[in-house]
């Protein structure tokens, strides 16, 4: 159903960029008509299904992002019954960080894929040091003194994880998510745009951008900065809502997306507006293949995507080579 | 079972419809403002929300549970109303337009907003007049008029206004009623509302208020003022079909008469607890 309309937008899109262009050729002068993909400036973009200028997304998402703050955790797990966590578990285990990995997390806000990032490398290290005690259980002299001179040479390296988020009333929430949970150490906190990161080239071994992607304005341009950021064989990976292939879980998806969720945002963080935002920007989004071809435009290789929970949410991968 | 799954998808799809008509329409493109809520709206009037009856009802129950968990939440209060409210809110309108007071007010639609009111003209009107009275409970209890939430989901646009005028005319109650806004005086104020307009948001809060009063508030709101407030909420003229605003100079004692209210038999003092 979504698809057809879809179909039928770009059909009308087309139309009317027929006619523009018909219009302009006849037209007097050197009147410059606007068209839909004219001069900058005049370019429009989705918001929902609101169509706005390409400038004001950008505005509209930040309030959206910001007035659902606070609550924004709580309707995750009310939205999704807490499924939402294990989509972000499946995340890090096809992740599957090694110690001294460094991550970027974009459009991290509070900041949850990080802490997993940090709990995972952890219990890799303690994994490695068991198995590692286990091998030594009856080490010969020489074995104990090649310890003792290697000791001084400082550990290995350790992992670090940035969130980098737009909005800084998703980043204070994370932050006082960290200092609550006692697991600040390793994190840091930057306020970016994922269309322009503050960040060098070739900084980091994993770049995730969990449920962000989707509210950037344009994705191909986030794509870039990812490549850009990331170091030679550091990955991309992108969580991300996508389409249901199952027709009867769809409608059914649908349904509950547009009757329940934006009731539930209205009932728990008092905004309705914001999660119909939310549940349509999801309609919008480019399906599964339609995104694996815009990354590999991007320049990223051995791209492959899978598919949770029936379609609902895709997780995108992709390496720089 | 498909039917009624089908059925709010074929109403997504009239929408989905209608805002494609405006994305063909060079006009929409210029016309969207950044706020949320001014510029285009998509509904009935400003602030409107059009919802299906699924979604009203998970509003309903939604914003119930809230209100009762957190009484404080009068967003969640107000969303009640606004989805339980619809056949009460008949009534009213048309006890209103029977009324030739409240057909005025149907008409001419007044606000009551701090920037409507003429404070400093209230404020030298005498003693015991209904403007004087209402801008000292206004002052006594730290209240102002502009707290009252829009209404959102009601889907007739003069049931809204009749819904937002409700809210509005909440304070005259109080100055009417000679009611603080403590705890007490809130119950008794519900108690009259619910016993004029009917409204099930009333009802459920008349009912559920009391539970949050200690032992002698009871006794009082059981034996006094409970009763006062039932009968004369339904021997009093329906209130909101006085135009409050043409009537500042009127004495009170005057106006209660002519609403047919008797003064209260006992005012219950300021305690810790403050509601608004």
């Known amino acids: ?321 | 079972m498909w039917l009624r799954a089908s059925n709010p998808l074929r109403r997504l799809n009239r929408r989905q419809w209608s805002l494609l008509s405006k994305v063909v329409s060079v006009h929409q493109l210029h016309s969207s403002t950044s706020d949320f809520s001014q510029g285009s709206y998509d509904g009935l009037y400003p602030g409107h929300i059009p919802t299906t009856p699924l979604q009203k009802a998970v509003l309903a129950v939604g914003s119930g549970v809230a209100a009762l968990q957190n009484p404080y939440r009068h967003d969640m209060v107000a969303v009640l109303g606004e989805t339980t409210g619809h056949l009460a809110l008949i009534n009213l309108r048309d006890r209103m337009r029977n009324d030739p007071e409240g057909y005025e007010i149907l008409i001419e639609r007044p606000r009551i907003r701090l920037s409507t009111l003429d404070l400093s003209r209230m404020a030298s009107l005498h003693d015991g007049s209904f403007g004087r009275e209402y801008l000292r409970f206004l002052e006594v209890n730290h209240v102002t008029p502009d707290s009252r939430a829009d209404v959102k989901f009601v889907d007739n646009e003069e049931l809204a206004y009749v819904m937002q005028r409700y809210r509005e005319v909440h304070d005259f109650m109080h100055t009417l009623l000679g009611m603080p806004t403590n705890m007490l005086g809130e119950v008794a104020v519900k108690w009259f509302e619910a016993a004029q307009t009917g409204l099930p948001m009333c009802s459920l809060g008349a009912v559920l208020g009391p539970l949050r009063l200690n032992i002698r508030q009871l006794q009082t709101l059981f034996t006094s003022l409970g009763p006062w407030a039932l009968q004369n909420g339904r021997k009093a003229r329906c209130v909101l079909s006085i135009f409050y605003e043409k009537r500042w100079e009127q004495s009170l004692e005057d106006l209660r008469q002519e609403l047919n209210i008797d003064p209260p038999p006992i005012i219950p003092g300021p305690s810790n607890k403050r509601a608004t």
């Open chain 1, 1 to 321: 159903m979504a698809a057809s309309v879809r179909l039928l937008t770009r059909r009308v899109v087309r139309l009317c960029q027929r006619r523009f262009n018909v219009t302009c050729v006849s037209g007097p002068g050197q009147q410059s008509c606007r068209g839909f993909s004219d001069a900058a400036g005049d370019r429009s973009t989705h918001f929902g299904f609101e169509t706005v200028p390409e400038e004001e997304k950008a505005k509209r998402v930040y309030k959206v992002f910001e007035n659902v703050a606070q609550k924004y955790d709580i309707m995750n797990d009310a939205m999704s019954f807490g499924i939402h966590r294990l989509w972000k578990d499946a995340l890090l285990h096809i992740m599957h960080p090694q110690p001294g990995a460094r991550l970027l997390d974009v459009a991290g806000g509070t900041g949850d894929i990080a802490f997993r990032f940090m709990d995972y490398i952890h219990s890799q290290q303690e994994k490695q040091e068991r198995l590692r005690v286990q091998s030594m259980q009856t080490p010969s002299w020489q074995d104990i003194s090649d310890k003792y001179s290697t000791e001084d040479e400082g550990g290995p390296q350790e992992s670090t994880a940035v969130i980098c988020d737009i909005n800084k009333e998703m980043l204070k929430v994370g932050k006082q998510k960290a200092e609550s949970m006692g697991v600040s150490a390793g994190l840091s906190w930057v306020v970016g745009d994922a269309e322009e990161l503050p960040f060098d080239d070739d900084q980091f071994d994993i770049y995730t951008i969990a449920f962000g992607i989707r509210n950037v304005t344009h994705i191909d341009q986030a794509l870039q900065e990812a490549l850009r950021v990331l170091k030679p064989g550091g990955r991309f990976m992108c969580l991300e809502f996508s389409k249901v292939t199952n027709p009867v879980l769809a409608r059914l998806y649908d349904a509950y997306s547009f009757q329940i969720i934006p009731a539930l945002g209205e009932v728990i963080a008092g905004d309705w507006k914001s999660y119909q935002y939310l549940v349509e920007s999801i309609r919008k989004f480019p399906d599964q293949e339609e995104f694996k071809g815009m990354i590999e435009d991007a320049g990223f290789y051995r791209v492959q995507y899978y598919n949770l929970t029936g379609g609902v949410v895709a997780l995108h991968s992709g390496f720089k080579l």
